[in-house]
């Protein structure tokens, strides 16, 4: 397999475990390139459901080699605690798992800042994290004050965990928030380095050398296009670079070795958070998706906000990632659905079209969807094998999904399972 990138193209949880999971046994390498334990990537295999929330979902495939890369936010405890999971469950990890020594690390603080944060908000103002402490590690990182796993192996390490605990207290403190015991967090940091050092990397090189040896690597991508920090509805996104230009600083792999991009788009919309959502639907239609799709967060249990699918968002995404072909999920949602809604476009209160994701949260907010209207096919789309036998009114609708959003169709899923995986040309 060339080498690729795959990313969500809406607001996250598109399905992405799955995809990457039935890509992953085509490829040798699999690297994570950003996010952290945010990310819930649901994979179900052999009957058996997996919640993969770091480490890539291609480690259930046997002998496949994955990588966190350097563009993830770490969190040890919540690392080690999947590793556990996954040894329980029977996976074979030795010599499979390899974090970059540049990866930098979310801390005990990290969450507690990102909780207390939330918690000081008005309502208007809550992003709705989840939690996992994402903001404070990045906001670390780029204020060059983070700890990187390779800090680990330096011996001034729990010097600085003692340090940076006592100087995150004082600003716990001010926030109203309570402190965290100190020499616990030198001890808890000291036992999650003794068992994770066996798995520090010099990624680069590791991702470099496996591409000039002919490897295959897919990059997976967390959360989703609507949510990067650059392209997302700032402020209610995540603090990374969901999009296939983080997949390059994520990894260090250049972009001259990617050979193409897969967007994974959702044949409906989700989002879960707080913020700007056109096609939010806030009637039965839309606990209908939610009942059906099983829309509630991976990592949080958090019921997911539905509506219809965006072309808008679509057409957007296409755009800033590059996407050469789209993998759709979960289009048997929509299968008790007597007529489907697309939104084209959005309209402003003054009859201004936009075809193009405004940045302007403002304008967004005077903007309502332009739909278009079609029959929906109203039979059973899970149990089909080829794209040939879905019902034509069906594949009506994905044909005209793709030709508002532009690329190639290369998977339909049309439900959880491998099995439920329409191939066409990926
Ligand atoms: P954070 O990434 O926890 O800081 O949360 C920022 C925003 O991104 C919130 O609206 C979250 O609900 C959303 N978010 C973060 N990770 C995911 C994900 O994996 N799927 C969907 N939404 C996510």
Same mark, same amino acid.
């Given at each position: 397999?060339?080498?690729?990138?795959?990313?969500?193209?809406?607001?996250?949880?598109?399905?992405?475990?799955?995809?990457?999971?039935?890509?992953?046994?085509?490829?040798?390498?699999?690297?994570?390139?950003?996010?952290?334990?945010?990310?819930?990537?649901?994979?179900?295999?052999?009957?058996?459901?997996?919640?993969?929330?770091?480490?890539?979902?291609?480690?259930?495939?046997?002998?496949?080699?994955?990588?966190?890369?350097?563009?993830?936010?770490?969190?040890?405890?919540?690392?080690?605690?999947?590793?556990?999971?996954?040894?329980?469950?029977?996976?074979?990890?030795?010599?499979?798992?390899?974090?970059?020594?540049?990866?930098?690390?979310?801390?005990?603080?990290?969450?507690?800042?990102?909780?207390?944060?939330?918690?000081?908000?008005?309502?208007?103002?809550?992003?709705?994290?989840?939690?996992?402490?994402?903001?404070?590690?990045?906001?670390?990182?780029?204020?060059?004050?983070?700890?990187?796993?390779?800090?680990?192996?330096?011996?001034?390490?729990?010097?600085?965990?003692?340090?940076?605990?006592?100087?995150?207290?004082?600003?716990?403190?001010?926030?109203?928030?309570?402190?965290?015991?100190?020499?616990?967090?030198?001890?808890?940091?000291?036992?999650?380095?003794?068992?994770?050092?066996?798995?520090?990397?010099?990624?680069?090189?590791?991702?470099?050398?496996?591409?000039?040896?002919?490897?295959?690597?897919?990059?997976?991508?967390?959360?989703?296009?609507?949510?990067?920090?650059?392209?997302?509805?700032?402020?209610?996104?995540?603090?990374?670079?969901?999009?296939?230009? =983080? !997949?390059? +600083? &994520?990894?260090?792999?250049?972009?001259?070795?990617? #050979?193409? @991009? %897969? *967007?994974?788009?959702?044949?409906?919309?989700?989002?879960?958070?707080?913020?700007?959502?056109?096609?939010?639907?806030?009637?039965?239609?839309?606990?209908?998706?939610?009942?059906?799709?099983?829309?509630? =967060? !991976?990592? +949080? &249990?958090?019921?997911?906000?539905?509506?219809?699918? #965006?072309? @808008? %968002? *679509?057409?957007?995404?296409?755009?800033?990632?590059?996407?050469?072909?789209?993998?759709?999920?979960?289009?048997?949602?929509?299968?008790?659905?007597?007529?489907?809604?697309?939104?084209?476009?959005?309209?402003?209160?003054?009859?201004?079209?936009?075809?193009?994701?405004?940045?302007?949260?403002? @304008?967004?907010?005077?903007?309502?969807?332009?739909?278009?209207?079609?029959?929906?096919?109203?039979?059973?789309?899970?149990?089909?094998?080829?794209?040939?036998?879905?019902?034509?009114?069906?594949?009506?609708?994905?044909?005209?999904?793709?030709?508002?959003?532009?690329?190639?169709?290369?998977?339909?899923? @049309?439900?959880?399972?491998?099995?439920?995986?329409?191939?066409?040309?990926?």
């Amino acid at each position: 397999m060339p080498n690729t990138i795959l990313v969500g193209s809406q607001w996250g949880d598109e399905g992405k475990g799955k995809i990457i999971d039935v890509l992953t046994s085509q490829a040798d390498v699999i690297v994570r390139f950003q996010g952290g334990s945010n990310a819930g990537h649901t994979v179900i295999a052999e009957g058996k459901k997996y919640v993969l929330h770091l480490i890539p979902s291609g480690i259930l495939h046997p002998g496949k080699l994955c990588v966190i890369g350097n563009g993830v936010v770490m969190d040890p405890l919540d690392l080690l605690k999947e590793i556990d999971m996954l040894r329980e469950q029977g996976i074979d990890l030795e010599g499979r798992i390899f974090i970059s020594d540049r990866t930098h690390m979310v801390m005990q603080w990290h969450r507690a800042l990102d909780s207390a944060d939330e918690a000081r908000r008005s309502d208007a103002k809550k992003i709705g994290t989840t939690g996992r402490g994402i903001g404070p590690a990045y906001g670390a990182k780029m204020g060059r004050t983070g700890f990187r796993v390779g800090d680990m192996l330096s011996p001034g390490f729990l010097d600085n965990v003692r340090s940076d605990t006592e100087d995150a207290n004082k600003i716990l403190v001010s926030m109203g928030a309570p402190e965290l015991d100190v020499e616990e967090m030198v001890a808890t940091y000291k036992s999650a380095s003794d068992l994770l050092n066996k798995y520090i990397t010099d990624s680069v090189s590791f991702i470099n050398n496996a591409d000039r040896d002919g490897k295959s690597i897919l990059l997976e991508g967390a959360q989703g296009t609507m949510l990067d920090i650059d392209f997302g509805t700032y402020p209610f996104v995540t603090s990374s670079n969901p999009t296939a230009g =983080g !997949a390059c +600083t &994520g990894s260090g792999l250049s972009p001259r070795k990617i #050979d193409r @991009v %897969v *967007g994974v788009i959702k044949c409906y919309t989700t989002r879960v958070g707080a913020g700007p959502f056109p096609t939010e639907l806030f009637d039965e239609m839309g606990e209908q998706l939610r009942a059906v799709g099983g829309e509630f =967060g !991976a990592t +949080t &249990g958090r019921p997911r906000r539905c509506g219809w699918f #965006d072309a @808008v %968002v *679509g057409r957007y995404s296409a755009m800033v990632n590059g996407v050469d072909f789209w993998a759709m999920t979960k289009l048997d949602v929509l299968d008790g659905m007597e007529t489907v809604k697309i939104c084209t476009a959005y309209e402003r209160d003054d009859g201004k079209i936009y075809d193009v994701f405004p940045a302007d949260l403002s @304008v967004l907010s005077r903007c309502k969807p332009v739909y278009e209207e079609m029959s929906g096919w109203m039979s059973k789309t899970s149990d089909i094998t080829r794209y040939e036998d879905l019902p034509l009114k069906a594949r009506a609708y994905v044909e005209r999904l793709v030709e508002l959003i532009g690329g190639q169709l290369g998977i339909l899923s @049309v439900g959880p399972a491998r099995e439920t995986t329409l191939r066409l040309g990926l």
